[in-house]
């Protein structure tokens, strides 16, 4: 089993910043972002493994930056020049292996003036 601690959502205006963390209680070799809107189906936003390999949905692409601390087991979602269109609840997601997978509880993102 794996618990993921997730933390940073809020409130910001449109090209606002906000910084998502989570906390995995072990490591993990791969760990992401994903997130999912009222109404629409939960969708990738970025991921990162043990090595530093990095993948983006092109919709978040030069705005988002996913990085991670393994000895702390923490991975970070940076989001820069936030849009209306990205709010959604935002869950991490830890992969130990192709097949399992490790849902966080989720933590809801509001770009709105």
């Known amino acids: 089993q794996v618990q993921l601690v997730e933390s940073g959502g809020g409130l910001v205006q449109p090209g606002g910043s906000l910084r998502l963390s989570c906390a995995a209680s072990?490591?993990?070799?791969?760990m992401g972002w994903y997130r999912q809107a009222p109404g629409k189906q939960r969708e990738l936003v970025a991921t990162?493994?043990?090595?530093?390999?990095?993948n983006y949905a092109d919709s978040v692409k030069g705005r988002f930056t996913i990085s991670r601390d393994n000895a702390k087991n923490t991975v970070y979602l940076q989001m820069n020049s936030l849009k209306p269109e990205d709010t959604a609840v935002y869950y991490c997601n830890a992969k130990p292996t192709i097949v399992v997978s490790y849902w966080g509880q989720g933590t809801q993102v509001t770009v709105s003036s």
């Open positions: 072990r490591s993990i070799f791969s």
């Open positions: 990162i493994t043990s090595g530093g390999s990095t």
